[in-house]
């Protein structure tokens, strides 16, 4: 996906790579505070938890300062680091129906007192967030952040048919919840 970034930022993202390469600790913070807003709405979309959001940033740049080593620069940072907190979303879920930890509810909008942008992006949020967790993770990695069904397949360890079926799934449920029909 284009990001929009000049040249120059990348530039300084290398830096700040390097940096993080060599221990620099003000290279982590620098990188924290260009990715972490991002990473931060990834974890909330797949989790649809405000805590556990917040966890996984920390979570995924602890883990980003351990294994930079790992980084072989074939993509880019964002893509390795959103891929990071893919992969502990989805940990962090798995251990949450392990433990079977009550899940979250979120309090449903009314619509009838909805009627600007905002307000709709909130309602879509609280859609995504009340999908059913299969389909939630599988609509947020293919259709907002840009996944494959084989992608998909392999970082969540379900067949890309059983992908492609959660996906459907969610957008019916999605249409249903927003008030749109159905094709």
């Known amino acids: ?8 930022l990348e530039l300084e993202e290398n830096e700040l790579i390097a940096g993080l390469r060599s221990g620099d600790e003000r290279a982590l913070e620098a990188l924290y505070r260009l990715h972490a807003g991002r990473v931060y709405a990834l974890g909330l979309r797949l ?5 556990r959001a917040e966890e996984i940033v920390q979570d995924v740049f602890l883990q980003a ?11 880019r940072f964002s893509t390795w680091l959103y891929r990071l907190t893919v992969n502990r979303s989805l940990d962090t879920m798995r251990s949450k129906a392990a433990s079977r930890r009550e899940r979250l509810n979120f309090e449903s909008f009314d619509r009838a007192t909805h009627d ?13 967030a009340s999908l059913p967790e299969g389909a939630r993770v599988v609509f947020v990695l293919h259709d907002v952040e840009g996944y494959r069904h084989e992608e998909i397949a392999d970082l969540s360890g379900i067949a890309p048919g059983t992908s492609k079926a959660q996906l459907f799934r969610a957008r019916r449920l999605l249409r249903a919840r927003l008030g749109r029909p159905n094709p």
Do not use: C, H, K, Q
């Open 116 to 128: 600007n942008g905002m307000e709709a992006a909130m309602d879509l949020e609280s859609a995504i």
């Open 1 to 8: 996906m284009p990001s929009g970034r000049t040249p120059v």
């Open 47 to 51: 989790t649809a938890d405000t805590s």
């Open 65 to 75: 300062w351990r294994r930079i080593g790992s980084f072989e620069g074939r993509s």
